[in-house]
């Protein structure tokens, strides 16, 4: 059987990127993609920060960038994307080394997988494929204050990577990038990736008993593990993009320092210093096995 073309690694650069070849998706390919995206939009309304809808129309992602609709052609995509905020999305067969990955985000490049997954894995994948990387990120990518954070975090990334803290870091981009609320006037948003991409986590993370909801805290969010084979147990919620901008424009390294100390935390874990705006259940994840994405 030949290798799939959107995760061929015989194209490989440098760089740890491939071309895309959009024009080689097949009709079954494009039909995911819309299947996906008309199931997504319309769940996330009122559940989302309201930027994200509005750059997936400006980005026309709900109904995809070529006449039809289907997988993105990533040059089109980054025809909006640069001239907005200077950022591009790049093909990737898949998760990259951890310094490329810091360093295509610090220098404003997403690098994103290019092969979408069967019909028959709709609400449940083990890996990010397009629809994860670049319906669930890139729509934040054309919000400046979000942007500049990414790029951040990125150059904090290839700082950490020589100080023995990306665990620490990779939490940070987990509880934010990947599972981060929002506050708004009308209640909690979403605007992770993880969340926005996925059916059953939209609901999940707002209107399920279970998880806790915790105000967000650069220290403690970096103490905490976290799940990769479930809905998640907690989720933190930052006050907005500006305020997370903040939190995280200061040097980490006196921090990484401080917690040496400190004890990692389990992913349900509750403290008395935390600000809970919702003290989870639990029951989900007490009674309930493997989770659908």
């Known amino acids: ?82 001239a907005e ?27 994103a997988t290019c092969f979408i997954r069967s019909m028959d894995e709709l609400d449940y994948l083990e890996e990010p ?21 990414m790029q951040e975090y990125g150059k904090g990334g290839l700082k950490a ?3 023995g803290a990306l665990r620490r870091l990779a939490r940070l981009y987990w509880y934010t990038v990947e599972f981060g609320l929002t506050k708004s006037e009308d209640g909690l948003r979403i605007f992770g990736a993880g969340i926005a991409s996925s059916k059953g986590e939209t609901v999940f993370a707002l209107d399920d008993p279970s998880p806790n909801r915790i ?3 650069l220290e403690r969010v970096m103490r905490t593990d976290y799940r990769i084979d479930d809905f998640q147990e ?26 040496e100390a400190e004890p990692d935390l389990a992913p349900d874990d509750v403290l008395d210093t935390d600000t809970v705006l919702h003290r989870g259940t639990g029951r989900y994840h007490a009674g309930k096995g493997r989770a659908t994405a």
């Open 129 to 149: 494929d397009v629809f994860h990387d670049v319906f669930g990120h890139v729509p934040l990518l054309l919000d400046p204050v979000y942007a500049d954070y």
């Open 1 to 82: 059987m030949p290798v799939e073309i959107h995760r061929d690694m015989a194209g490989l650069k440098a760089d740890f990127t491939i071309d895309q070849h959009w024009d080689a998706y097949t009709d079954e390919e494009h039909a995911t993609w819309r299947v996906l995206a008309e199931r997504q939009v319309p769940l996330l309304k009122d559940r989302v920060v309201p930027e994200f809808l509005a750059h997936v129309d400006a980005l026309s992602m709900g109904n995809g960038m070529n006449g039809g609709g289907g997988v993105p052609d990533f040059r089109r995509l980054n025809e909006v994307l640069e």
């Open 85 to 111: 905020t200077g950022w591009t999305v790049v093909a990737v067969p898949g998760l990259v080394p951890d310094a490329v990955f810091f360093d295509h985000l610090a220098n404003r490049r997403f690098p």
């Open 234 to 259: 907690t989720y933190f919620v930052i006050d907005g993009f500006e305020a997370l901008r903040r939190a995280t424009e200061v040097d980490f390294t006196p921090i990484y320092a401080r917690m």
């Open 215 to 217: 105000g967000f805290d």
């Open 161 to 163: 990577d020589g100080q």
